[in-house]
Structure formats: structure tokens, C-alpha cells
T-cell receptor
Framework: GDSVTQMEGPVTLSEEAFLTINCTYT??????LFWYVQYPGEGLQLLLK?????DKGSNKGFEATYRKETTSFHLEKGSVQVSDSAVYFC????????????FGRGTSLIVHP | EAGVAQSPRYKIIEKRQSVAFWCNPI?????LYWYQQILGQGPKLLIQ????????DSQLPKDRFSAERLKGVDSTLKIQPAKLEDSAVYLC?????????????FGQGTRLTVV
């Protein structure tokens, strides 16, 4: 079945450091890919998405590129802030799974001043 | 625009008791999901509704869990009887419709502790 694998956390960085959170996927058919973020005490919210190969999703300084050849959708940010501290979930939606969002286990990011 | 509303936010029950969670999706959203999120894991789908019909409930432990979506709007998820391993956050989400690029909007969740 469809699945998403994320790097384990927590990821601990100093403010202004470069961030990469790795995500790879397995899917039947041609999936859409998403990054959701969960800030402390809040629900999951969409951060960015990409719907076809080589698309780049971007939002709030975060970027991720849909790489079909490596089945990856890594999340990057050039300079993290303390306010980026949260849990990040990679997810996919694929026709083989009736387009039901399927999530990875989440990666906790902690940014220190 | 109002978001997805869930209640209660927290619930503590003893094993073998029953519990119910309520969800009010965003107005006009045809698709509603219930996910279970165990600590340290990603959300796992329990059931998906399209309007008031069930699309997928293959991961729902039907011997103890039940869910309904009357009139295609609000939904309730019930556990009876609860087990210790049901301790988790129960997330409700809704989306405009089914589709490959459709964003899901999540409520804040209900944190259930079974003691």
C-alpha cells in the first residue's frame, strides 16, 4: 500500500541554520505530495504541496521539490527561526489509495535562539 | 471562515468505559476523515465519509469503534468499550471533495487517555 517514510527526529538547530527534513514515498499511481505542520497546541495545517514531477511547493520560506526519480519530497528552509519549532508531517494522496491522505510519522524540529 | 471544530479537547476514562467524540467540519466540505494519532506516530486513518456515506473504514476496529455522519455534516466517533491502547489523539479533518490535490483541514483533536 501507499506509505511515507520520514527522517526521525528531533532535529535540533540554532536560529538561522539550514534545515532539511527527508521524506520518501511509495505509492500506486501518480501521487500528490504534501507537507503539513503542527505547532504546539494546534491542529495540523498545510504548509505546501506539489502535484506533479519537478514541481516545487513553497510557503513561509520552506520549499520542497517533487522528485519522481528518487520518490522523494524533502523539506528545506535556508534560515530557520525559533517560531518554526513544530512537528512536520510529510503526506501523499494517490489514486490507489482513493486519494485518502497518508501521513509519515512526523519529524519534530526544535530551533534554539 | 470557521475551522473544523472538535469536542471535547481532553478526555480521561477508565478501560471498558465508553466515550464519544464530536466533529463539525468546515461548511460545504463533503469529505470528512477521522484519524487516530498515537504519541510519536503519524495520523492513521480510521474512517472516511463522503457526504453521509462511508468511503473507507478498513482500518476501523469495528468490534469497538463506530462512527456516523448524519445528514452529511456533523460526525461522531464512539469507542465502546475502551482499551488502554486506545489512548491517542483523535483528529477530525475535512476537505472540499475527494481529489489528488485536495487539502485536508484539521481540527485541534481530542486527546484521550484510558487508565
Amino acid at each position: 500500500g501507499d506509505s511515507v517514510t520520514q527522517m526521525e527526529g528531533p532535529v535540533t538547530l540554532s536560529e538561522e541554520a539550514f534545515l532539511t527534513i527527508n521524506c520518501t514515498y511509495t505509492a500506486t499511481g501518480y501521487p500528490s505530495l504534501f507537507w503539513y505542520v503542527q505547532y504546539p497546541g494546534e491542529g495540523l495545517q498545510l504548509l505546501l504541496k506539489a502535484t506533479k514531477a519537478d514541481d516545487k511547493g513553497s510557503n513561509k520560506g520552506f520549499e520542497a521539490t517533487y522528485r519522481k526519480e528518487t520518490t522523494s519530497f524533502h523539506l528545506e528552509k535556508g534560515s530557520v527561526q525559533v517560531s518554526d519549532s513544530a512537528v512536520y508531517f510529510c503526506a501523499l494522496s494517490a489514486p490507489g489509495g482513493s486519494y485518502i491522505p497518508t501521513f509519515g510519522r512526523g519529524t519534530s524540529l526544535i530551533v534554539h535562539p | 471562515e470557521a475551522g473544523v471544530a472538535q469536542s471535547p479537547r481532553y478526555k480521561i476514562i477508565e478501560k471498558r468505559q465508553s466515550v464519544a467524540f464530536w466533529c463539525n467540519p468546515i461548511s460545504g466540505h463533503a469529505t470528512l476523515y477521522w484519524y487516530q494519532q498515537i504519541l510519536g506516530q503519524g495520523p492513521k486513518l480510521l474512517i472516511q465519509f463522503q457526504n453521509n456515506g462511508v468511503v473507507d473504514d478498513s482500518q476501523l476496529p469495528k468490534d469497538r469503534f463506530s462512527a456516523e455522519r448524519l445528514k452529511g455534516v456533523d460526525s461522531t466517533l464512539k469507542i465502546q468499550p475502551a482499551k488502554l491502547e486506545d489512548s491517542a489523539v483523535y483528529l477530525c479533518a475535512s476537505s472540499l471533495d475527494l481529489g489528488r490535490a485536495t487539502e485536508a483541514f484539521f481540527g485541534q483533536g481530542t486527546r484521550l487517555t484510558v487508565v
